[in-house]
Structure formats: C-alpha cells, structure tokens
C-alpha cells in the first residue's frame, strides 16, 4: 500500500489525514486494491452500491445505458478521485450506473460501512473523514449541474463548444487535452459521433479550434 500513498494523500477523501493515521485508517477497514483491465467493469449497473472506489492509476468511466443500449458518459475519475461514494452511502439497492476501467487500472475499494464504522480510527479522523466526503459530493454535485448545462445545449456546436470552454476555463490556458476520445466524448455529449466529428471538421475549417486526437486549440476568431 506504500507505493500507493503520494495518490492516496492527493485524494479528497483523505484530505488533512496525517500519513500515519492514514495507514492505521487503511488497516483498520480492510481496504483493497484490485486492478481491472481496460473496458472491465468495476461496478455493474443493478449490483448493490456497497463500494467506495479511488483511482490509484488509469482512468474510469461512470455509464448509463438506456434500454436501447445507448451509452451515456455520465463522468469520469483519474488517480487520486473517487467514484461510487454518493451511491454507496444513499443506501440505494442497486446501481443505476455502471463503473469501466478506460485503461489497465489499479482500484482502491473501500467497503462505506467500514470506513464510517472503523472503531480503530480516533474521533478526529473520523469526523474528518465526514467533512471531505461531504465536500465531495459538493463538488460531484456541481460537476453533474455543469454536464446538464452542457448537453441542454440546442446543437452539437453549442454543446461542443461549451465543454471545450469549460476545460479551456479549467485548465486555465486554450491548449488542453479532455479526457476522452472521440466516441467517448460523443457518448458523454449525447450526440452521435459523426455528426460531432461532423461538426469538429467544420470548427477547425473556420478557424475556430484546432484539434488532434484528444487534443484541442481555442482560436481566436480572428487568428
């Protein structure tokens, strides 16, 4: 578990938990690491929501799929964040999204009643540990209202142009890399691939962005 620990220290979940609490809070609940090759699943849509995860390495997708079998990006998490932790402490039966590994991925599954519940941990780290899940599923919540302004864009170019404005913003700069490729970001959009990349040749044509593979330019309209 040492060699996971600079991510772990970098985590929301584990945010002002000196390291040596943190590895008595890890023994105490029984924490585990599982590694998932790309496109496996961690967590299956209608599985119970039991399981806290954090990225240690590679990249997850969270996915809805409807009844037709269209797949939706709902978000995505990277080394140091977490996934299913809303879930897993709504006390909800089953999931209603699936968990995929996007890359060979290393996994730390945390069972939420043992994390809550850890009778080794001491009063303080506990109630810090509260403090940043309650911070977390802030965030998370103004993520998931940020993905609802985006796709409740009228046109592909509006909702393309807006998440590319948003990580240009996030970023702080207009060269940046998203986190998804083509299909993946279609799916996340929900908007069909060949009309996006339809729509991203146009874009570039016009001199308003530059792009290769999951790398993108703002342009000025008169660059």
Request: proline letters at 3%.
């Amino acid at each position: 578990m040492k060699k996971y620990y600079d991510t772990l220290i970098s985590s929301p979940l584990f945010s002002h938990i000196p390291e040596n609490k943190l590895d008595e809070l890890l023994r105490s609940i029984k924490a585990k690491v599982k590694v998932f090759s790309k496109d496996e699943a961690i967590f299956l849509e209608g599985s119970p929501a039991i399981y806290i995860g954090i990225v240690l390495s590679g990249t997850v997708l969270i996915v809805r799929t409807d009844y037709y079998g269209n797949r939706s990006i709902v978000s995505s998490a990277e080394p140091g964040e977490l996934f299913g932790e809303a879930l897993a402490f709504s006390q909800i039966k089953e999931l209603p999204v699936s968990v995929v590994a996007d890359s060979r991925t290393e996994v730390l599954m945390i069972n939420c009643d043992s994390l809550i519940n850890a009778k080794e941990a001491d009063c303080e780290v506990k109630n810090q540990i509260i403090r940043n899940l309650l911070k977390v599923v802030a965030v998370k919540n103004l993520t998931l209202n940020r993905k609802i302004e985006i796709i409740s864009k009228r046109t592909t170019r509006e909702k393309l142009l807006s998440f590319l404005m948003y990580y240009a913003k996030k970023c702080g700069k207009n060269e940046f890399d998203i986190p998804y490729d083509r299909q993946q970001l279609a799916d996340y959009l929900e908007v069909e691939r060949s009309a996006m990349s339809a729509e991203i040749g146009k874009m570039r044509k016009e001199g308003i962005i530059k792009s290769k593979k999951k790398h993108f330019v703002l342009l000025n309209p008169s660059e």
